[in-house]
């Protein structure tokens, strides 16, 4: 059965009929037409009219009866509800203005202890909780609520709430840039920021059937789960001093060794898995394996050096920066040496004719520094010569002028090898 509140005009409307209070509590007359009379006037045999102090009457309570606690009376129930959906939760002080007799703590407290802690919030909690698990939104063991939790420890306190974070310091510069305001603990654009379409146009209708009810209801666990994945990247920016102020951030980074920013740099997706406490103990043990690695690497670096006694590493380390010095210049020559060698190939395989090279051929114009459309040239200068002469003609090949006679040794002895000279 709908319960229809009553409103502030109702619970005021009525006055004493002799002395003119505003009365809740009152006592009609039976034989006069509307005729109310007050507690004390009732008392004081109160005469006004037709009225007789021997009339018959009735008791009419328009709410001033307690309905939860004994402070707190039907009529404040009901404007204490009224006020919360005209309001708003957590605008306690124009709900207190709405009741009039409670201020706005004795609202948020008596609200808070009833509707949202208490068995009432509770019970309705569980009601939509069990409803979900029917529509097949939640799964697994509903945990126990607060009430039931005391219930069956056989008393004691409520749970304590989630932990509130206190607001980060910062400048207003630093505010603006990074577009949070810490006294809200919220950012302008906070993480999946649009996470509240899913339900700003829904509304739960009468005559919705069971389908409409479960969609309904999954687009709500969406909603919820989309919350609860932004609070946990809040929370977790919380606990590693994400939301801090350059000068705060700074001298945190000049605390940290070189290879401590290395690590963390590298290792810090691992931070949201971690409490803050895990996580230095986790960066610090990779440094401590980090060193472990190192000086085994000497051991074995003073092993392979004959070394075995712990004094002869010392003479060992005094000695080696010269030993480092000439195994670097032999490296730094063998480089140049090698890269000379590969620059000149591969200049060599970018020019024209490369691909009709033979390899024994390509080895050749690389010694010699001869392009290979150049020594194609060359190859068919002497083979027509060779030819000419073996027919009776004294033919001289015509070589590049530009070919030292070391060049030409060599091109000269590789063309007898493959017989194109005789």
């Not at 996470?195 to 829904?202: G, K, R």
């Not at 920016?237 to 001298?251: D, E, R, V, Y």
């Not at 590298?266 to 000086?295: D, G, N, T, V, W």
Request: charged share 25%; glycine share 6%; proline share 5%.
């Amino acid at each position: 059965m709908a319960v229809v509140p009553l409103s502030t005009e109702d619970a005021q409307r009525y006055q004493c009929s002799y002395c003119g209070c505003d009365i809740t509590l009152r006592l009609k007359c039976a034989s006069c037409n509307d005729f109310d009379l007050c507690l004390h006037c009732f008392s004081s045999g109160a005469t006004a009219g037709s009225h007789k102090p021997d009339h018959p009457y009735q008791l009419i309570d328009e709410g001033s009866f307690p309905l939860l606690t004994m402070d707190w009376g039907a009529i404040e129930e009901v404007l204490l509800l009224d006020a919360v959906e005209q309001d708003g939760l957590g605008n306690w002080d124009d709900i207190a203005a709405h009741v009039v007799t409670k201020t706005a703590k004795e609202s948020k407290d008596h609200y808070n202890g009833l509707y949202v802690n208490g068995i009432i919030g509770e019970g309705n909690l569980a009601t939509v909780a069990s409803n979900c698990s029917a529509c097949g939104l939640i799964t697994g063991t509903i945990p126990p609520t607060n009430h039931e939790a005391v219930l069956s420890n056989q008393g004691g306190e409520v749970p304590p709430s989630p932990p509130h974070y206190t607001p980060a310091r910062l400048e207003h510069p630093e505010q603006m840039e990074l577009g949070y305001m810490p006294y809200r603990d919220d950012f302008e654009r906070e993480y999946d920021n649009n996470a509240e379409a899913v339900i700003s146009e829904m509304s739960f209708a009468a005559d919705d059937d069971d389908i409409e009810k479960a969609l309904k209801l999954a687009h709500v666990d969406m909603y919820n789960r989309r919350m609860a994945e932004r609070e946990r990247r809040k929370r977790m920016a919380h606990q590693h001093n994400l939301i801090a102020g350059k000068q705060k951030l700074s001298t945190i980074k000049k605390r940290m060794s070189k290879e401590e920013k290395e690590l963390g740099g590298r290792y810090h997706q691992f931070a949201r898995l971690m409490e803050p406490e895990k996580y230095e103990a986790f960066i610090q043990s990779l440094k401590k394996e980090k060193q472990l690695k190192h000086r085994i690497k000497e051991l074995m670096r003073y092993r392979r050096n004959g070394i075995t006694k712990l004094d002869e590493c010392s003479e060992f380390d005094l000695l080696r920066p010269q030993q480092d010095k000439t195994t670097e210049k032999q490296d730094l020559d063998t480089t140049r040496s090698s890269n000379g060698k590969d620059a000149g190939e591969q200049e060599l395989s970018l020019a024209p004719g490369f691909s009709l090279l033979s390899l024994a051929e390509r080895k050749l114009c690389n010694s010699v520094a001869m392009k290979p459309n150049g020594y194609l040239h060359v190859k068919a200068e002497v083979l027509k010569s060779s030819a000419l002469r073996r027919i009776g003609y004294v033919v001289q090949p015509k070589l590049p002028a530009m070919l030292t006679s070391e060049h030409r040794q060599k091109l000269g002895r590789y063309m007898t090898t493959c017989g194109w000279l005789c």
